[in-house]
C-alpha cells in the first residue's frame, strides 16, 4: 500500500530555513515522479516543485533559487530544502506522487491530476 508522510514543518522567522521530508513507504520512489505543493489559509492548493523519475527538476517561479527538491532513492525519502522563507510562504506543505507510467509531460507538472498518492501535509509557518 501506498504511503507517504511528510515532516520538518514547524515555525520560523522571515528569512530563515526549513527542511522537509517525507518517507515512502510500500513503493519504489524511483517509479514516480515526486512532488511538494502547498496550501495557504483560504487560497488553493499549488506546486512547489516536482522531481520527475527522469529527475528532471521543476519548480514554480517564487520559489527558484531559494528552494531545492531532492530525492533519496536508497532511503526513499524526499525532501524539500527551504531558504530565504517569507511570511507569505506559510502553509500546510505536501507531499505528492505520480506513477511515472502516467506522467504526461504535455501537461503542466503542477496538474494535481498528474499525482495519484498524497500525504497529510506538514504546516509551515513564517513569522515577519
Known amino acids: 500500500q501506498v504511503h507517504l508522510v511528510e515532516s520538518g514543518g514547524g515555525s520560523v522567522q522571515a528569512g530563515g530555513s526549513l527542511r522537509l521530508s517525507c518517507a515512502a513507504s510500500g513503493w519504489s520512489i524511483s517509479d514516480y515522479c515526486m512532488g511538494w505543493f502547498r496550501q495557504a489559509p483560504g487560497k488553493e492548493r499549488e506546486g512547489v516543485a516536482v522531481i520527475t523519475h527522469q529527475c528532471i527538476l521543476y519548480s514554480t517561479n517564487s520559489v527558484e533559487g531559494r528552494f531545492t527538491i531532492s530525492r533519496d532513492v536508497a532511503k526513499n525519502m524526499l525532501y524539500l530544502q527551504m531558504n530565504s522563507l517569507k511570511p507569505e510562504e506559510t502553509a500546510m506543505y505536501y507531499c505528492?506522487?505520480?506513477?511515472?507510467?502516467?506522467?504526461?509531460?504535455?501537461?503542466?507538472?503542477?496538474?494535481?491530476?498528474?499525482?495519484?498518492?498524497w500525504g497529510a501535509g506538514t504546516q509551515v509557518t513564517v513569522s515577519s
Open positions: 505528492a506522487a505520480g506513477l511515472k507510467e502516467r506522467w504526461r509531460y504535455d501537461m503542466n507538472w503542477y496538474d494535481e491530476r498528474q499525482y495519484n498518492y
